[in-house]
C-alpha cells in the first residue's frame, strides 16, 4: 500500500484476508476485497501473500481512480472527498454514476444532498456501515472514524 487516502480508505473498509472467502452477495473474494475470477470455480482454501493482495489493491485501485474521475467535479475535491468517490467506485464500479439525484447533487457541489442520496440506495442497504461513514465524509468533507 501506498499510504493515500483513498488506499487507507478501502483497505480499512474491505480488509485484508489471505483465504478466499464468499463476500455478502457471494462472490468469490481475496485480499482487499479483490474479485477472484470465475465465480463458477470453487475457491475454498486458496490462499495468496500479502504481497500479492498489495499487487491486486494496486491494479483495483487504478480502475478505480478511472472510474472515480467521471464523478462531477472529481479534480476540485479536497483528498477525503476524492478518497470517498474512489472507495464508492472500487466497491460499486460505475453504478454510482447511474444515480442521477446523487451525481446531480454532485454536479451542484451539495455535499449534503449527494450524502442523502447516496444512503438512499441499495447499496446503504447491503453495506450500512460503510454507507454511513463514507456518507459523513462526503457531506462534511472531513475523515470519519470507523464504528
Known amino acids: 500500500m501506498n499510504g493515500d487516502l483513498a488506499e487507507a480508505l478501502i483497505a480499512e473498509c474491505e480488509g485484508l484476508r489471505l483465504t478466499a472467502y464468499r463476500d ?3 462472490f468469490w473474494t481475496i485480499g482487499y476485497g479483490h474479485l477472484l475470477p ?3 470455480k470453487d475457491w475454498t482454501g486458496y490462499t495468496i501473500t500479502a504481497e500479492q493482495a498489495d499487487a491486486w489493491l494496486t491494479q483495483d485501485m487504478q ?4 472510474t ?14 476524492q478518497a470517498v468517490l474512489v472507495s464508492m467506485a472500487f466497491q460499486l464500479g460505475a453504478k454510482p454514476l447511474h444515480w442521477p439525484h446523487f451525481m446531480a447533487a454532485l454536479e451542484a457541489k451539495d455535499y449534503l444532498t449527494a450524502a442523502m442520496q447516496g444512503l438512499d440506495t441499495l447499496w446503504a442497504k447491503q453495506t450500512p456501515a460503510r454507507a454511513e461513514r463514507e456518507m459523513t465524509m462526503l457531506r462534511t468533507g472531513n475523515w470519519a472514524m470507523s464504528a
Open 24 to 26: 455478502s452477495l457471494d
Open 38 to 40: 470465475n465465480q463458477t
Open 63 to 66: 480502475s478505480a481512480r478511472v
Open 68 to 81: 472515480a474521475g467521471e464523478f462531477p467535479h472529481f479534480a476540485e475535491l479536497n483528498d477525503v472527498r
